[in-house]
């Protein structure tokens, strides 16, 4: 089974642009989760969504937003970046399976913000 | 407010040898704990889990231990190995919450000497 995808993996953008992450689950995972790991604060919850569905969000300003599709398929979106959101953002999926909490992660993207 | 901790952020073991990685939990509706392997430039792999109706799982030269009562986990791997050498993080889960949210440790660097 392939596993999670994200594209693109590295990204450069400018201070005010805005930008969309992609990230393709584990086929026949149907939750989707964002994560941003920056050196200084490690790996912090974004949003998580659940059949098209926010089921949960994280401590981010609402300039962080994002999306499911019909197919599981999630983006996120970032606007107004800003020289802090330079980080790694992690997209994970996993099986709505009581009990069993595991997620599985992708490579990341990679964002600069200059 | 880090709900999750780990506090020491290296770790040097010889080849051979035990590796035991510490985590430290204040949030008391924490119900499911894992760990994750990390490599530079990838995402951060999931190694092993443990639900808090259980004090130990193992999965191969993977031992994951819980108490409860201290509010602390730990990670064994025996033996150690070269290619063990990455960051580790804690994570746990309060299944309550109707969502999928890891909340991570900062993790720890461990380094298996040849």
């Known amino acids: 089974k392939a596993g999670v995808t994200q594209t693109p993996r590295y990204l450069i953008k400018t201070r005010g642009q805005q930008v969309t992450l992609s990230c393709s689950p584990i086929s026949g995972h149907r939750s989707v989760s964002w994560y941003q790991q920056t050196p200084g604060q490690g790996l912090q919850f974004l949003f998580e969504y659940f059949s098209e569905t926010q089921r949960n969000k994280g401590n981010f300003p609402g300039r962080f937003s994002g999306r499911q599709f019909s197919n599981s398929r999630s983006e996120m979106n970032v606007s107004t970046l800003e020289l802090g959101d330079s980080a790694l953002y992690l997209c994970?999926?996993?099986?709505?399976?009581?009990?069993?909490?595991?997620?599985?992660f992708g490579p990341g993207t990679r964002l600069t913000v200059t | 407010d880090q709900q999750v901790k780990q506090n020491s952020p290296s770790l040097s073991v010889q080849e051979g040898r035990i590796s035991i990685l510490n985590c430290d939990y204040t949030?008391?509706?924490?119900?499911?704990f894992l760990w994750y392997k990390k490599y530079p430039a990838e995402g951060p792999t999931f190694l092993i889990s443990i639900s808090s109706i259980k004090d130990k799982n193992e999965d191969g030269r993977f031992t994951v231990f819980l108490n409860k009562s201290a509010k602390h986990l730990s990670l064994h791997i025996v033996p150690s190995q070269p290619g063990d050498s990455a960051v580790y993080f804690c994570?746990?889960?309060?299944?309550?919450?109707?969502?999928?949210?890891?909340?991570f440790g900062k993790g720890t660097k461990l380094s298996v000497i040849p």
């Open positions: 994970a999926s996993s099986l709505e399976d009581r009990g069993a909490y595991e997620q599985y």
């Open positions: 949030n008391s509706m924490f119900d499911y």
């Open positions: 994570a746990a889960v309060y299944s309550g919450a109707g969502s999928y949210q890891l909340t």
